[in-house]
Structures are given as C-alpha cells and as structure tokens.
C-alpha cells in the first residue's frame, strides 16, 4: 500500500490535464509560425494561456508562460531588480524571512553579483510577516528597488496578508511581486484584486505538467528579460513556446476540486491525539487548507520520514540536507525555533488524490515511527569521517 502525502511537492497530473497534453503532442507546427500548422499550435497555446489567465483573474496578455516556478520568480526578482536601476541605484530589496529557496538564492546572487542590499523583515512565531517591520523598511524607501514575499508559505502553509503589503509597497512607489506556486489551486489567488505587480505560478503544483509556470506581469510592470533571441511574450521571455504543456496547463488551471480543508482537520486532530508531545507549526486559521505541519521533539525529522517511507507513506520535512548532515529548516528558525526543535519537521500535505484512507494509514503509522525516531534520538552535526 502506497499513500502519497507530498502534493506541496508536487501532486498527480490530472487524466484531463494529461490526455491534453498527449493529444496535443501530435500538433506540429512553431506557434510562431504564419503557416496554418503553426496557427493550429498557436490556438492550442494562446487556448492554454487564455485558461491560465481566467484562474488567476488575470488578462491573457499578462500570463508570461516559463519552464516553471523557480524560473518565474527568478525573472520576476531579477527582472524588477535590473529595470530598477536604469535611472538610478536602488539596491535593496525588501523580502520576509523564510521565503522558498528560489527567492533567497535568486536574491543571495543578486547581493553577491549586483551588489543588492537584502533587507529581510522578521516572521513571527506562526510564520506571519512583521507587517510593521514591512512599513519602517518601507519609510524611506528611494533606494528600495522591489518587495518580493511568499503568499503562503511552502512549508508551514501561513497565508501573507497580500492586500496590505501591496498598499504599504505602492505607497512607497515599490513594485511588488509574490510567489503564489503554494498558494495557487489552494486558496483563490486574483491578481487583479491583488494590486501586485508581478505573480509567480507552476504548473505541475495544480495536477498539470512538470515543466512550465508562468509569471503573470502587468501591463505597466517593467522587467529585464533573463533569456534573449526571438521576442516572444512581450519580448519578456524569448524562446519556442511549449504549445502542448500550455494546453495542459490551462486544463489543469480549469479544473476544479473538492476541498481536502476537513480532511486535513481530521488529519491535524489524530495527529494531536495520537502524539499529544507533536506541535502543529504555523498560522492555525489562515493557512493552506491542504497543509499540516509539525515539529515532534526529540526526533530527527529525516528519521521519521524513512520509517513512514518504509510503512508505504509519503510525507516530507521541508528541510535541506547537505552533505548527508541533516540542517534545519530555515522557515522555523525564521519562526523563533532552535535548531533542535526545527530538526523535528515533517510536512503533510493533501491533494486532489488524497482520501480517508490515506489519513487513516498515515495516523496508524505514525506512532510506531515517532516512537522509534525518538529513541534513535537527534543525528550527529558533523559527520562522521573515515568510517
């Protein structure tokens, strides 16, 4: 028996989502092609994006399409940043603690390449944005190039308050961009209602293909494009579009889905129960209605993930491993915890495949793999040479 508690990570292709993108394999032609083969790959894109567009409240025009996430958000931090000093030096960019990976290292280059200021304003315990730390950042702000932040957080699920950090930005007369890849498919994400200036998604997080994301941009928002040759997408993102993967996209996009809200209560509540010593980690309202997190003390998070892969159930810890020496997520320590405490992370996350008796599996094997995790105790900090 296999459960699959892992959908942050990434969650099914949806049958619809993929007979599209099989179907629309067969199509030949470079939608950038006058020929008719090419406009019939050019329908099946502008199709996809069209779809895109309406699930996020967005004008077709603004959906950039992208190979993924990681890729919008780099265009999107590195993009803003660079148009921002055309006119003049405005190196910092204002971004939260405990931001995914591919906004901190995006803006870790830009400090160690192009001499960016990283002003990161503090979380609180739950994981919510310092929103009067945001607003003194934001108090003198002519050197200031972008705000950049999480719209929900990738590990503990916390939902940003969007609204009044886009107002307290373009108050400043700062753009603002958002990762929404967790957000996207779990709660609503309008980025017309928004205000923001730029809004990163993917695909393969809402059951369509690895591969392709987009950055939803605005019409008046400026960037710098991070690949050249063609001009393709408002001379933003050069390059052959991927018609079949758009097509699938927009069936993904289009698809909706039953709440796992309850489920994920029910499943937060037998954890609670079963492991009264657990501690459910972020917002405990305003957050992802598919995500449970938990730090279990005096467990290595990387020990209960192995035992419950071993019992058939996938979950994750949300935390990075370099060199085969556990590290501690960087989200918790955000958040206020010690290293020790943050090491006893595991991330349940539900999706559209997710069912009642994935719950139930995954609540009979966790006591057995707390158990043993916490006799085996915390894994040594250095490791162990010559052995």
């Given at each position: 028996m ?5 959908h ?7 049958p619809?989502?993929?007979a599209a993108?099989?179907?629309?394999l067969g199509?030949v ?14 329908m099946?894109?502008e ?8 699930s996020?409240d967005?004008?077709t ?6 190979s993924g996430g990681t890729e ?5 931090v590195?993009?803003l ?6 006119d003049?030096?405005?190196?910092r ?9 591919a906004?901190?290292d995006?803006?870790?280059?830009l ?5 960016a200021?990283?002003d990161?304003?503090p ?9 009067a730390?945001l607003?003194?950042?934001l108090?003198s702000?002519d050197?200031?190039?972008l705000?950049t ?17 886009v107002e ?5 007369g700062v753009p603002?961009?958002?990762?929404a890849?967790a ?10 209602a928004?205000?923001l ?13 690895v ?9 008046k928002?400026?960037v710098e ?5 063609g ?5 933003v993102?050069?390059g052959?579009q ?17 709440s ?6 029910r499943?937060?509540?037998g ?19 598919g ?6 003390p005096?467990?290595e ?20 491993c ?9 989200v ?5 915890l010690?290293?020790?405490d ?5 991330r349940i996350?539900l999706?559209h495949?997710?069912t009642?008796?994935?719950v ?6 966790l006591p ?17 040479l010559g052995?």
């Amino acid at each position: 028996m296999s459960v699959y508690l892992d959908h942050a990570a990434t969650t099914p292709i949806l049958p619809e989502a993929l007979a599209a993108l099989t179907d629309a394999l067969g199509t030949v032609g470079n939608p950038s092609s006058i020929h008719s083969a090419g406009q019939r790959a050019k329908m099946l894109l502008e199709d996809g994006r069209a779809a895109v567009a309406r699930s996020l409240d967005a004008d077709t025009v603004e959906v950039v399409f992208t190979s993924g996430g990681t890729e919008s958000i780099n265009l999107a931090v590195k993009g803003l940043f660079w148009a921002r000093q055309r006119d003049r030096a405005r190196p910092r960019i204002v971004v939260p603690a405990g931001e995914h990976h591919a906004t901190v290292d995006t803006v870790t280059w830009l400090e160690q390449h192009e001499g960016a200021v990283v002003d990161v304003v503090p979380l609180d315990g739950q994981g919510r944005v310092d929103l009067a730390g945001l607003e003194a950042r934001l108090a003198s702000a002519d050197d200031v190039a972008l705000v950049t932040f999480l719209w929900a957080n990738n590990e503990v699920g916390t939902i940003a308050p969007v609204s009044r950090i886009v107002e307290l930005a373009h108050a400043a007369g700062v753009p603002v961009h958002s990762d929404a890849v967790a957000a996207y498919g779990q709660v609503p994400v309008s980025f017309a209602a928004s205000g923001l200036d730029a809004l990163s998604v993917s695909a393969h997080k809402i059951g369509g293909p690895v591969g392709i994301g987009a950055l939803v941009l605005g019409r008046k928002a400026t960037v710098e494009p991070l690949i050249h040759g063609g001009g393709q997408q408002r001379q933003v993102r050069s390059g052959t579009q991927d018609a079949p993967a758009a097509a699938a996209f927009g069936v993904a996009a289009s698809t909706s889905h039953a709440s796992v809200r309850a489920l994920r209560d029910r499943l937060v509540a037998g954890v609670l129960d079963a492991v009264p010593s657990a501690l459910l980690m972020g917002d405990p309202v305003d957050r992802l209605p598919g995500n449970a997190h938990f730090t279990f003390p005096g467990c290595e998070g990387d020990s209960l993930l192995f035992l419950l892969d071993a019992a058939g159930v996938a979950v994750s810890t949300g935390s990075a491993c370099q060199a085969g020496v556990p590290e501690a997520s960087h989200v918790l320590l955000a958040m206020g915890l010690s290293e020790q405490d943050a090491r006893g992370a595991l991330r349940i996350t539900l999706g559209h495949t997710s069912t009642d008796a994935d719950v139930d599996a995954f609540l009979a094997a966790l006591p057995d793999a707390v158990a043993r995790a916490g006799a085996a105790g915390m894994a040594s900090r250095e490791p162990l040479l010559g052995r």
